[in-house]
């Protein structure tokens, strides 16, 4: 039976490279490159079709480039790519499975001890370990964040992270602390992070965050009042802005970019979706 084999290397992905110049993920019968005795194979959720899959990593680009070696199809070749970038080559099933096994390749090298008793972890289903020695059963733990565009009018806030890597804006954002719901997450970290008070809060969609283990739950909010007065340890930048006159935005993989181009294509208050009260009732 083929199966999908998902190859991790730090945080690349092994992509098969077609005849025609299209990529996707090794589909085959045996493992697409050798592997030592010591490799821990996961299996994962099948494919909606019912394609099993499997997933591992090796520990180098040099280690990888041998194991390689003599294992390609006629006519195909692999190549790494960053996970981010693979939206990009792959389809979107393919590239969220990816997410989903990078996840639990994360969750499985950093639990390789029970964290009572000290022993080694074993696995005991696709997504769970349990101690042989103490029966301490562990899952993967998910961190959830939320993220919310706030609305003006005819203007939007977007901010600049002091994290981010390039010149782009984004939304404003931040993890869900225990004991909160993710409505007050959003009043919070918008208090926090910009000083503004917002209202009408829209649920918009959830998005899988693989970066290395999250949850994004994306939002709409409308403004109430408030000057911005920006938390300077998370943001360099931020302003308010209309749709022909942004800045550079996020990638299109991301829920930060559905959300504006749902407003950019069809404008504030056209949705649906619930609508939630005030931060007060929470």
């Known amino acids: 039976m083929e199966s999908y084999f998902f190859i991790f290397c730090k945080n690349d992905i092994m992509l098969e490279k077609c005849p025609d110049g299209s990529f996707t993920i090794p589909l085959c019968e045996r493992t697409p490159i050798q592997t030592k005795a010591w490799t821990h194979i996961m299996n994962i959720t099948p494919m909606e079709d019912g394609t099993t899959v499997k997933t591992f990593h090796v520990e180098s680009p040099k280690e990888l480039e041998d194991l ?153 909010a409308d403004y109430v009042s408030g000057d911005i007065r920006l938390q300077k340890e998370e943001l360099s930048r931020g302003n308010w802005f209309t749709k022909d006159a942004l800045p550079q935005i996020p990638e299109k993989l991301s829920i930060a970019r559905r959300i504006l181009d749902d407003w950019f294509e069809e404008g504030p208050g056209h949705t649906n979706e619930v609508i939630y009260p005030d931060e007060k009732n929470f």
């Open 68 to 220: 390689v070696k003599g294992q390609l199809k006629e006519g195909h070749s692999y190549e790494m790519c960053p996970l981010r970038k693979s939206f990009y080559k792959i389809s979107l099933q393919l590239y969220r499975k990816a997410g989903k096994c990078f996840e639990l390749l994360y969750w499985d090298q950093n639990t390789q001890f029970c964290g009572v008793c000290g022993s080694p972890m074993e696995m005991h289903t696709d997504i769970s370990k349990r101690c042989p020695n103490c029966g301490k059963e562990i899952w993967p733990e998910l961190g959830t964040a939320i993220i919310v565009l706030i609305h003006q009018y005819d203007k939007v806030l977007l901010v600049h992270g002091r994290n981010f890597k390039s010149d782009f804006y984004g939304l404003v954002s931040g993890f869900v602390e225990t004991g909160e719901t993710l409505e007050h997450a959003v009043h919070r970290e918008v208090m926090e992070e910009t000083g503004l008070t917002i209202t009408n809060l829209r649920y918009f969609g959830s998005q899988p965050w693989p970066y290395p283990c999250g949850l994004m739950v994306g939002y709409n």
